[in-house]
Nanobody, 119 residues
Framework: QVQLVESGGGLVQAGGSLRLSCAASGRTFSNYAMAWFRQAPGKERAFVARISNSGTTTRYADSVKGRFTISRDNAKNTVYLQMNSLKPEDTAVYYC????????????WGQGTQVTVSS
């Protein structure tokens, strides 16, 4: 089992920044690719960003490219999402998720953290 706990959400004005954190516990963190997803009210959960287990490879949704940065610290068992130039359409509950190595099936999910961007 892997337990994931997100933090860092909140209310921010458009154009502002937030950094989300996801702390993992349980199995070997460095064996897992990590990702961030988000779910806005009335919409399906959507992919935001992914980072490989080693941290060498990242991938982003087109909607956040150039504004968001995913990173990880395997010594701290934590993955981050730095969000800059936030827009009202970024408002959502943000979830982190873990997938074993290169797999695309995410086995573990956090409880989510709310991000609200005001215009």
């Amino acid at each position: 089992q892997v337990q994931l706990v997100e933090s860092g959400g909140g209310l921010v004005q458009a154009g502002g920044s937030l950094r989300l954190s996801c702390a993992a516990s349980g199995r070997t963190f460095s064996n897992y690719a990590m990702a961030w997803f988000r779910q806005a009210p009335g919409k399906e959960r959507a992919f935001v960003a992914r980072i490989s287990n080693s941290g060498t490879t990242t991938r982003y949704a087109d909607s956040v490219k150039g504004r968001f940065t995913i990173s990880r610290d395997n010594a701290k068992n934590t993955v981050y999402l730095q969000m800059n130039s936030l827009k009202p359409e970024d408002t959502a509950v943000y979830y982190c998720a873990a997938a074993l190595f290169w797999q695309t099936l995410y086995d573990y999910w956090g409880q989510g953290t709310q991000v609200t961007v005001s215009s």
